[in-house]
């Protein structure tokens, strides 16, 4: 994949539309201001780019994001939601320039399945994004949540249809992310034409709106079909069963162990899956 430079990241500038007004600007830079600190922008500063200079990049892009709006009311957790939404539609677009992904058709279940079966091989998530936009039309942009900021994902559609999901990785686990892009895949599958709003989605709220629960049935058929994910159920408690189930099931064991924990509301199943691999370091996130 070829690099965008951060000269090229500069030039690329984001101004509010025509049709944005000075006060939702304004309302927008006070918000942000408020709600984040020096520690939140400093990974997301640029060369000789202070506190305030990233302020107002981002309540620029704000601006121009579709589906962010910062209103009075807003609490600084709202606010910290709505300035990661805009980097991910920033770098969604900038991802577009600088990339020629396959024209996106649709998604399909069995497109679904094919797409669990990656996380087999640890290796395939290094190329997950190519894989993705090359093959499905769809872009990836895993971007850093804000500090204690609750949101997992979020899927939306740029004005040209092609889908886009965004990853905060929250919890830098392997189970956690693979589930989170199943939930945000599922929803391009089943909710496409819904897609013109961003979906917001915190997975530790066990939400009761319809699309919700649909997505997450169908993440979860994605990764186990549901015969095999009976049997696993049953067997949690003996490992070698477990492991031969997985291997049959065709579904990698620390994403089977990662929904068995979930579900049993037990954590201390099977630790040693617990953290199998650094996503955060896959994407290129460093920590300070």
């Known amino acids: 994949m070829a690099k965008f430079s951060e000269n090229d990241q500069e030039e690329f500038e984001v101004y509010p539309p025509p049709g944005t007004s000075a006060e939702e600007f304004a309302q927008a830079y006070t918000s ?13 500063s640029r060369t000789s780019e202070s506190h305030d200079d990233v302020i ?44 020629s992904p396959d024209r996106f058709k649709r998604l399909s279940l069995e497109n679904l399945r094919d797409i669990a079966k990656l996380s087999l091989n640890f290796d395939n998530t290094h190329n997950l994004i190519n894989i993705l936009a090359q093959s499905f039309g769809i872009v990836l942009i895993v971007e850093p949540g804000f500090s204690a900021m609750k949101m997992d994902g979020c899927t939306f559609k740029l004005p040209q249809g092609t889908p886009v999901i965004g990853i905060s990785v929250r919890y830098n686990r392997y189970d956690n992310f693979w589930f989170t892009l199943m939930h945000e895949l599922a929803h391009i599958c089943l909710h496409y034409e819904q897609l013109d709003a961003p979906i917001l989605d915190d997975l530790d709220e066990d939400s009761e709106s319809d699309i919700e629960v649909e997505a997450n049935i169908v993440a979860k058929d994605s990764l186990v079909p549901r015969q095999h994910w009976r049997l696993i159920w049953s067997a949690r408690d003996d490992k070698k069963q477990f492991l031969a189930l997985c291997e049959k099931a065709e579904v990698h064991p620390v994403l089977a162990a990662g929904m068995l924990r979930h579900q049993a509301r037990n954590y201390s199943l099977y630790p040693e899956y617990h953290h199998a691999m650094d996503i955060r370091k896959t994407f290129g996130i460093i920590d300070d």
């Open 32 to 44: 942000l201001s408020h709600a984040l600190k020096p520690a939140d922008t400093k990974l997301r």
């Open 56 to 99: 107002l990049r981002l309540a620029l892009g704000a601006a121009n994001s579709k589906g962010v709006m910062f209103r009075k009311s807003d609490t600084a957790q709202e606010t910290k939601i709505q300035a990661w939404l805009s980097i991910v539609d920033e770098k969604s677009k900038i991802f577009l320039i600088q990339n």
